[in-house]
C-alpha cells in the first residue's frame, strides 16, 4: 500500500474552489487513487476514485497527472456543509481490500 | 437499502466488563471490515471478512478482542475485559465483491460507528 501525503488543514471560503493535493510518489501499477469524505460523528463517506487523467461527479473532480506521483481532489464552489476531514487512499481498490487511512486533510470552510 | 447498520450508537461501560458492538452490513455485499478511530492512532483496521470467514485478522490490538460473523447479515465484534484505552469510535464497512457487477470502482460503505467509552 503506497503511503499517501497530504495537508494536515485547509480554510476556504463559501463559493470557492479548493484544491487538496495528495503525494503517492511510490504508488504501484496497480494501484488506484480514491477519496473518502467524513464528517464529525459519521463514518467515511466514499467520494472518487481514479487511475489517471481525469475523473468528475456530480461532487468532485480528480487529476491525476501522467506520472502518477500526485493528485488534486477538487471541490467547485464549496459551502458550509463541504467542512470535513478528506483522506486520499492509493490502493490496488477500495472495495476488497482493507483501507489505509492516513491523518486527512480537515477542510474548514468559513462563510 | 438503510445502508450499515451498528448498535449501539453509544456505549459507556465500566473496565473489566464485557462489550459487544453489533453490525449488519449492506444486503448483497460479502466483504465485511471492522475499523476503529481515535485522535492519537486515527481509523485502523481491525479485522475483516470475506463470506462470513475472517480473512485477516492481525490488526486486532489483542486477545481481549474478538469477531465474528456467523451469517452474511450480522457480525459482533466483542471486548472482555475492556480496558480505558479501548475507548474509542468502532466502525463497520462493507463493499461488494469486486467479482460482482464488473465496476471498475469499488467502494467501502461505512456505518454510523459506535462510540464507545471505558471508564
Known amino acids: 500500500l503506497a503511503k499517501t501525503t497530504q495537508p494536515i488543514s485547509m480554510d476556504s471560503y463559501e463559493g470557492q474552489e479548493v484544491n487538496i493535493t495528495c503525494s503517492h510518489n511510490?504508488?504501484?501499477?496497480?494501484?488506484?487513487i480514491t477519496w473518502y469524505q467524513q464528517f464529525p460523528s459519521q463514518g467515511p463517506r466514499f467520494i472518487i476514485q481514479?487511475?489517471?487523467t481525469k475523473v468528475t461527479n456530480e461532487v468532485a473532480s480528480l487529476f491525476i497527472p501522467a506520472d502518477r506521483k500526485s493528485s488534486t481532489l477538487s471541490l467547485p464552489r464549496v459551502s458550509l456543509s463541504d467542512t470535513a476531514v478528506y483522506y486520499c487512499?492509493?490502493?490496488?481498490?477500495?472495495?476488497?481490500?482493507?483501507?489505509?487511512f492516513g491523518k486527512g486533510t480537515r477542510l474548514s470552510v468559513i462563510a | 437499502d438503510a445502508g450499515v447498520i451498528q448498535s449501539p450508537r453509544h456505549e459507556v461501560t465500566e473496565m473489566g466488563q464485557e462489550v459487544t458492538l453489533r453490525c449488519k452490513p449492506i444486503?448483497?455485499?460479502?466483504?465485511l471490515f471492522w475499523y476503529r478511530q481515535t485522535m492519537m492512532r486515527g481509523l485502523e483496521l481491525l479485522i475483516y471478512?470475506?463470506?462470513?470467514?475472517?480473512?485477516?485478522d492481525s490488526g486486532m490490538p489483542e486477545d481481549r478482542f474478538s469477531a465474528k460473523m456467523p451469517n452474511a447479515s450480522f457480525s459482533t465484534l466483542k471486548i472482555q475485559p475492556s480496558e480505558p484505552r479501548d475507548s474509542a469510535v468502532y466502525f463497520c464497512?462493507?463493499?461488494?465483491?469486486?467479482?460482482?457487477?464488473?465496476?471498475?470502482?469499488?467502494?467501502?460503505?461505512f456505518g454510523p460507528g459506535t462510540r464507545l467509552t471505558v471508564t
Open positions: 464497512a462493507s463493499s461488494p465483491s469486486g467479482l460482482a457487477g464488473g465496476r471498475a470502482v469499488k467502494e467501502q460503505y
Open positions: 511510490n504508488i504501484a501499477t496497480n494501484d488506484y
Open positions: 481514479g487511475y489517471k
Open positions: 487512499l492509493a490502493s490496488a481498490s477500495s472495495g476488497n481490500t482493507p483501507l489505509v
Open positions: 444486503s448483497g455485499h460479502d466483504y
Open positions: 471478512f470475506n463470506n462470513n470467514v475472517p480473512i485477516d
